[in-house]
């Protein structure tokens, strides 16, 4: 059974930081993208941050300069370093992986950034 199983969430003040951490484990043989996706009250799922198996990135216009998606292949985990968090960074995030040529959701991880 493969999972997603992500941590590092919590409640931060207005300009601090947190850092998520996202670890595939089961039977995988390859994984392509993994990235992070967020939702908010009353809004729909949106793209953080993703990264390829090579390296490449891309990130939502809101968080650019403040978020950094970074993988370690080797232990089949993502993280995404949070920086300069707003209050409207708020959101429960998502971790994504496409493994082995199927989409794999985490639970999600509630993100508060308030004073």
């Known amino acids: 059974q493969v999972q997603l199983v992500e941590s590092g969430g919590g409640l931060v003040q207005p300009g601090g930081s947190l850092r998520l951490s996202c670890s595939a484990s089961?039977?995988?043989?390859?994984?392509?993208?993994m990235g992070w996706y967020r939702e908010a009250p009353r809004l729909e799922r949106e793209l953080v941050a993703a990264?390829?198996?090579?390296?490449?990135?891309n990130y939502a216009d809101s968080v650019k300069g403040r978020f950094t998606i970074a993988r370690d292949n080797a232990k089949n985990t993502v993280y995404l370093q949070m920086n300069s968090l707003k209050p409207e960074d708020t959101a429960v995030y998502y971790c994504?992986?496409?493994?082995?040529?199927?989409?794999?959701w985490g639970q999600g991880t509630q993100v508060t950034v308030s004073s």
């Open positions: 990264i390829t198996s090579g390296g490449s990135t």
């Open positions: 994504n992986a496409d493994i082995d040529a199927k989409v794999r």
């Open positions: 089961g039977m995988i043989f390859s994984i392509n993208s």
